[in-house]
Each structure stands twice: as structure tokens, then as C-alpha cells.
């Protein structure tokens, strides 16, 4: 699985949007992009996953580059609840009996909501 | 439950001992996950059962450490002759799916080996 590169922390407003980016240069045609977070003491939490085309859902909207080599995590309104470590997870999508199916966590990016 | 449930939630062994952990996936999910994560680390993988089949074990960091699934259901992580070293979160995770599309965490098990 290709290599990702978080900052290793970000502050944001409570109420303001939280961009956080993410850098996957080595990636390839078949890797999809995860993003999981994990609150403290907590074991981690699936937010949402792309391939190449911008995705959405009740938690969060994934924006990948057109040519796919970094992406951003957007939270439209953050909130105390969302403070975390987000994970930007660069894998295959395992089609085969063969394929890895775990996931390769980095160090992510501590995302602090302030009040 | 409605979600992966792991036990017990802190364990801590002396140097040496052997300790199980414990993990209940959500009912009917095929595939489940065993991760270790140290302090102020991401969480790594240790191995991985689709249903009762352990199809990957290339995680797990030396012969003391042992999983099982043995009904597809309910997995146990076993460490044997307990070192510091071993002292982490253990985390389960489990997906519907064969191929994890989706992976549902516990809230894992803190072992403190002192």
C-alpha cells in the first residue's frame, strides 16, 4: 500500500469547517482512500472512502486531487466531539482471495476543536 | 451488542504470565482483525480470519503470540510468557464483508505487563 504523509497536528474552531490534508503521491490506480479517527480510548472509526471521484456522507466529504495525489478530509462543522486522530489509510481494494485486507495506519493528525 | 466488544478492558500481567484476550465480533460479520497499537502509535496489524480461517498471521511479532476463532464468531489472542514489550492497546475489528470494506472497531484491551 502506498505511503501517506499527515501534519502531525491541527487546532480548528468549533463551528468552522476542519480541512485536514493528506498526501499520497505514490499511489496507484487500484488504491482507494480511507479515512478513520480515533477518539482518545477509543478504538478507531470509519469516516468515509474514495477512489477518485469526490465523496460525501453523514459524517464528512472526501476531496481526492485530479490526480489523485493528496486528498483532503473536510468536517463541515466541527464540534468538542470531533477532536481526534484522523488516519489517511492509502490501500488496495482487496478483490482476491489474496489481497492484504488490513489496514496500514501512519501516525495521523491530532485535530483539536477549540471552544 | 451493537458493536465489537472486547474483554477485559485493562489487563495487567506480570513478566511471564500468559494472558488471553477476548474479542466478540458483530454478529454475522465474516471478517475480523487483531491490531496492536503503543502509546502514541497508530495501531498495527497483527493478524486476520475470515470466519473461522486465520488467512493472515504475518502480523503477529513471534511465536508467543496465538489467535483463534474457532466457530467463526467469538476470537480469542492469546500471549504467552508475557513481556514488557507486549505492553499496548490490543484492538479487534470486524467487517461484513471478505474483504473489510468497512472495519468495525472495539475499544480494545490496555495490557500492562510490568
Known amino acids: 500500500d502506498a505511503k501517506t504523509t499527515q501534519p502531525p497536528s491541527m487546532d480548528c474552531a468549533e463551528g468552522r469547517a476542519a480541512n485536514l490534508p493528506c498526501n499520497h503521491s505514490?499511489?496507484?490506480?487500484?488504491?482507494?482512500v480511507y479515512w478513520y479517527r480515533q477518539i482518545h480510548s477509543q478504538g478507531p472509526q470509519y469516516i468515509i472512502h474514495?477512489?477518485?471521484n469526490n465523496e460525501t456522507n453523514e459524517m464528512a466529504s472526501l476531496i481526492i486531487t485530479e490526480d489523485r495525489k493528496s486528498s483532503t478530509l473536510i468536517l463541515p462543522h466541527a464540534t468538542l466531539r470531533d477532536t481526534a486522530v484522523y488516519y489517511c489509510?492509502?490501500?488496495?481494494?482487496?478483490?482476491?482471495?489474496?489481497?492484504?485486507?488490513?489496514?496500514?495506519f501512519g501516525s495521523g493528525t491530532q485535530l483539536t476543536v477549540l471552544p | 451488542g451493537a458493536g465489537v466488544s472486547q474483554s477485559p478492558r485493562y489487563k495487567v500481567a506480570k513478566r511471564g504470565q500468559d494472558v488471553a484476550l477476548r474479542c466478540d465480533p458483530i454478529?454475522?460479520?465474516?471478517?475480523l482483525f487483531w491490531y496492536q497499537q503503543a502509546l502514541g502509535q497508530g495501531p498495527e496489524f497483527l493478524t486476520y480470519?475470515?470466519?473461522?480461517?486465520?488467512?493472515?498471521k504475518s502480523g503477529l511479532p513471534s511465536d508467543r503470540f496465538f489467535a483463534e476463532r474457532p466457530e467463526g464468531s467469538v476470537s480469542t489472542l492469546k500471549i504467552q510468557r508475557t513481556q514488557q514489550e507486549d505492553s499496548a492497546v490490543y484492538l479487534c475489528?470486524?467487517?461484513?464483508?471478505?474483504?473489510?470494506?468497512?472495519?468495525?472497531f472495539g475499544q480494545g484491551t490496555r495490557l500492562t505487563v510490568v
Open positions: 475489528a470486524s467487517s461484513l464483508d471478505q474483504v473489510g470494506t468497512e472495519a468495525f
Open positions: 505514490t499511489i496507484s490506480g487500484n488504491e482507494y
Open positions: 474514495g477512489l477518485k
Open positions: 489509510i492509502v490501500r488496495v481494494a482487496p478483490i482476491s482471495s489474496g489481497s492484504a485486507r488490513q489496514l496500514t
Open positions: 454478529s454475522g460479520h465474516v471478517s
Open positions: 480470519f475470515q470466519n473461522e480461517a486465520q488467512l493472515d
